[in-house]
């Protein structure tokens, strides 16, 4: 099952994460057959290291835990904030490199009006989706609510600037979130990895 992790930077903790980025990128080539996505949030001018995204496919969320608490800079405490959802991938192409990206991430509480059912899911991205839209994924909730897998929010990666990225998330979101408006989240992110 796929899981979004996104660990926030603490402030001011670049040089650190500079020293131990050889040692993240080993404890993730362990995981390369199931990386997703991946790759760090950066602020809007690109030059500060502001988090990491990983979308991983794991057994289970126990597996999921252990490899967001288990990676160098989480152990190092260079992170201040941690999250692990499980996420249904709605859409996967190769990002490109050296072009601008933004992740667009919403969040809502569970409710009878949300997607329950994975072909209601994919049915919201509509039969062709944006080509500017390079990943996406329905983050749903699997801690047995009793009321089934339903969504709970969405991830999108998106070939644009912040404005425009959630401009095309935003139908999206709401589609997903049943009609009701969804507050999105966008910051620029690059495709991370070995090059």
């Known amino acids: ?8 930077d603490q402030p001011g903790v670049a040089d650190q994460l500079m020293e131990l980025c050889e040692e993240h990128w080993s404890y993730m080539d362990r ?12 602020s809007d001018d690109g030059e500060e290291h502001t988090g990491s995204v990983h979308v ?7 597996e ?16 201040r904030d941690l999250l ?10 190769e990002p490109a490199a050296d072009v601008p990206y933004t992740l667009v991430t919403a969040r ?7 997607a329950h059912d994975a072909a209601a899911r994919r049915e919201s991205l509509g039969a062709e989706p944006d080509g500017r839209l390079v990943f996406v994924a329905a983050l749903v909730d699997d ?11 969405v991830v999108a990666a998106v070939r644009a600037l912040p404005d425009e990225a959630r401009e095309l998330v935003g139908p999206l979101a709401e589609r997903l979130a049943g009609g009701r408006p969804a507050t999105l989240t966008a910051q620029r992110w690059e495709r991370g990895g070995r090059n």
């Open 108 to 114: 809502w509480p569970l409710s009878a009006g949300t």
């Open 143 to 153: 801690e047995g609510t009793g009321t089934g897998t339903g969504t709970t929010g």
């Open 1 to 8: 099952m796929p899981f979004y992790v996104y660990a926030q």
């Open 31 to 42: 995981f390369d057959g199931r990386l997703i996505l991946r790759g760090p949030t950066v």
């Open 56 to 62: 991983v496919d794991l057994a289970d969320r126990a």
């Open 64 to 79: 999921a835990e252990r490899f967001a608490r288990d990676e160098p800079f989480w152990k190092a405490g260079l992170y």
């Open 84 to 93: 692990v959802v499980a996420a249904e991938v709605l859409l996967s192409r």
